[in-house]
Every structure is written in structure tokens, then in C-alpha cells.
């Protein structure tokens, strides 16, 4: 056996071209078949000059994602070559971002720097997405940055019409799960869209189709799912208060996290387990909700009928509404609860998407 490892001949392939077509096929077949390949390092050879560097300019850009506590979009250097393509070609394909000339990436890196800045400070003021993590799909981000790409040092102004075509963009986006497949031609799209809409308020905007592609009665609560991060995003837009204690949740700090032990079962799980109720019917969306740990651990495995006399009769209503929660909850079957609350969100999604 070792004779034969030993005496293997491996292919040693040479490939010399001026073409960056050709460069970004060969790249794009060699990935395919699960070969990591560092488009970043290219780039920044390509663009660079003695008083240009990419790398240094990415870095630059990192600590100003930092100080907007978007941390981890700094670690997804592909996204932000999209980003770049994006403003520069219109285009986010493989071989449109090897297309990418030097003298075009150091002409436009000051409007792409405040284009990814402008739209994560849209994401978190207009939307309440305190954190990277929390993007059901960060593929959204590409032409939401060429909208808010600029070289005005002050960056881009949006009217209140563009700011409610651009909301209705991100939720129609994200509940069809439009980036979840054909990314790069789906941002292509939207690029064209996002250009017309910042010379012209009135643009008659190409929406996302006016869909919920997934069940909140069935699709399963996974912190690192896209449809688990919609679903939080939804609940975060009423700004929550906690059941018992009427705490109002801080969702800066558990939307940062986006950590399971901050999201609690209104139906307890213990509760359902002795009903005969498996994992799966259990951590479903819609029996989902933000509680205080505090009030967590006076529920315990509670039935809603026992713990729902702890909440405020005075602010019952307030508490439940804020959380898209049935009224009645505690008068309800298990089964019962889940469509009346599903019934509730879809109403709720319903409203933002049209």
C-alpha cells in the first residue's frame, strides 16, 4: 500500500489565460467539486495599487460594521464581494465579480463602504434586526446596499415613500423565501429595481409574489433557520412584553444573542410531553413566544389555564396582542391554540407584505 501511495503520479494542470471568463468558469467547476478557492486574494492582486490596497480597505470597513453590531458580516467576505459587484456590474455572478477592474473597484469602494453601511443602518432603525445572525437571508443585503450606495459623505436621504417600498420589498422577500434559490439572478432583479426607485420615488416597484412559502403550525423553531428568523423578526416589529410580569423584552439584547434559552413555549413543553405531545408537535413557531426568564421559571410546566391567572386582567389584552397571541389561549386545546395563533400571524404577515 505504501509503494502505491508512494509511486501515485497526481496531475499537475497549468492554466494561463488573460481572460477572466475563462479564469471565472475553471473557478466556479473547480468549487463544484468542493475545492475552497480565495476570490478575495484575486481581487485585491487585481485592484491593486500603491495607494489602493483591497485588503486594507475591507479592513477599514470591518471596524465600521463592528460599531454597527453587524460583527459577523465581517466574516463573510463572498457577501461582500456580491456587495461590490453588485454596485460596480449590477450582476453578483461568479464571473462578473472576476470581471471587476482594479480602477472601477477603487473608483466605487467609498460608495460600496456606504452602501453596506446605509443599509445595515436601515435594517436595524426601520426593521429592528439588531444583528447579522438574525437575517433570514443575507443574500437581501446585495441590493439593499446598491440602493443606499453613494459617494455623498452624508449618504442617502429616503423619502417615507421609499422607505415603505423598501420595508414591503424586505417582508415580501423574506416570507416567500425569495433569496432561498437562483440568488444571483433574483439580485440581479432587484438591483435594476433599487436603482429606479432611488431616481424616482414613484417607480412602479416589481415586488416578491405575496406569499408565506412555510406553515407556523409545523415548521419547526431552529434559531439558525431562515423561517425561524422571520418568525422572530415578525414577533420583535410589536415590541413584546413578557406574560406574567408585563416586562417589556429587551430586544436589543436578545436579538444580538438570538439564543434559544431567550425564546419560550407558551404551551410548556413538559405540559405537552405528559399530553403525549412528540418534539416536533411541540417547537413549532406558533407556540413560540418572548418571555422573561423570570416568568419562564414561574410557569414551568404549567398548563395556560393555571398560569394565565397570574397574568394582569387590566393588561391581559395589551400583553397578548403584543405577542400575537389568541386572547382566549388558556381556554384552548393544544391542537386548537395552534391554528387560532397561526391564524394570527399569517393575518399579521398578510398586513406587511401587502
Known sequence: MQERFKEYIIPNETFVSDDR?????????????GTELNVFQLLSAWSWSEDFDLTEKFEELQQDIVEHEYDELCKDQDLQLKICSGVINGETTPAKILELQ???????????????IGAVDFLKRELNIASYRLLPFPGLLVPLAVFFATDKPEGVSYTDKQKQKLIKWFWRSIFSRRFSAGVN?????????????????????????????????????????ANTKSFIILLSQFYPCSFLSGAKIDLNKVLQ?????????????????????????????????????????????????????????????KYLQSALCPENFDELDYKDFLIKRSEIIRDKVMQMIE
Do not use: W
Not at 480602477?103 to 466605487?108: A, G, H, Y
Not at 412555510?214 to 423553531?221: C, H, K, L, R
Open 21 to 33: 471568463n475563462n479564469v471565472a468558469i475553471v473557478f466556479e467547476r473547480i468549487n463544484r467539486a
Open 257 to 317: 444573542k438570538i439564543n434559544k434559552n431567550e425564546f419560550h413555549h407558551i404551551f410548556p413543553q413538559k405540559f405537552l410531553e405528559k399530553q403525549g405531545f412528540n418534539a416536533k408537535e411541540i417547537n413549532v413557531l406558533a407556540n413560540i413566544c418572548f418571555l422573561t426568564r423570570g416568568d419562564n421559571n414561574k410557569i414551568k410546566d404549567k398548563a395556560p389555564s393555571v398560569y394565565a391567572k397570574e397574568i394582569s386582567q387590566e393588561n391581559r389584552s
Open 102 to 116: 482594479g480602477e472601477d473597484i477603487r473608483n466605487s469602494f467609498n460608495k460600496i463602504k456606504n452602501g453596506i
Open 185 to 225: 439572478d433574483k439580485q440581479a432583479f432587484d438591483i435594476v429595481q433599487m436603482k429606479a426607485l432611488v431616481k424616482n420615488e414613484d417607480h412602479s416597484f416589481s415586488y416578491p409574489p405575496k406569499e408565506i412559502s412555510f406553515s407556523f403550525s409545523e415548521a419547526t423553531f431552529y434559531v439558525n433557520s
